[in-house]
């Protein structure tokens, strides 16, 4: 469910493109997440670090798209953020000894003993790879083809595609498990 109420905004700014433009779509994708971190807050009193980022830079990016009236910026806005999260997670496991993908997911997985540590760094990693080659895809999306092509692919392509690497993901995570019956 919370990956639906995450996707809010994606929507609403595909259904606001297909009723107007770019820049209607822009408007209603800063209100949605502006409305959505409202409900975050006022549900459970506290934000998220990736909800704080993912609202500035909508609202950094969008407002540029708005006042200048130039659709690059919230083209570039997706690459921004997969960018980001990219440099986070290589950056802070590779200088700084912190796995986040282990910290987001290590109260849910248990990982056999003797592997745990190589598999969340190669996870780690791996998702770190996905978020710089989804940023890529985007700009090749963005500026290749037309603006229709390109906000389809911000809501099917970026979303298909999130959810099959999350697949390939638990599927090879099932072998590094630890299972209760060993």
């Known amino acids: 469910m919370k990956f639906l ?3 809010f905004p994606i929507i609403l700014f ?3 493109f297909k009723l107007g433009d770019i820049y209607t779509a ?3 994708a800063m209100i949605a997440t502006i409305g959505q971190i409202l409900w975050v807050y006022y549900r459970h ?3 998220d670090a990736m909800q704080w980022i993912s609202l500035v830079m909508i609202v950094v990016f969008g407002s540029l798209t708005i006042f200048l009236h130039d659709k690059t910026f919230i083209q570039l806005k997706p690459t921004a953020l997969y960018w980001l999260f990219s440099a986070a997670l290589f950056i802070s496991a590779q200088f700084f000894q912190k796995n986040w993908i282990q910290v987001l997911m290590g109260k849910q997985v248990t ?3 003797k592997s745990a540590h190589s598999v969340w760094h190669q996870l780690n990693m791996a998702w770190a790879a996905f978020f710089f080659v989804m940023g ?3 700009l090749y999306i963005a500026f290749e083809f037309s603006e229709e092509t390109w906000v389809n692919f911000k809501l099917f392509g970026s979303t298909g595609l999130l959810l099959l690497f999350v697949i390939i993901q638990g599927v090879w ?3 590094h498990m630890e299972h ?3």
């Open 14 to 16: 595909f259904v606001a």
């Open 136 to 138: 890529a895809l985007n």
């Open 111 to 113: 990982l056999k003993e």
């Open 45 to 47: 009193r506290k934000i």
């Open 26 to 28: 822009t408007i209603v």
């Open 180 to 182: 209760p019956s060993e």
């Open 5 to 7: 109420f995450d996707l």
């Open 173 to 175: 995570l099932s072998k």
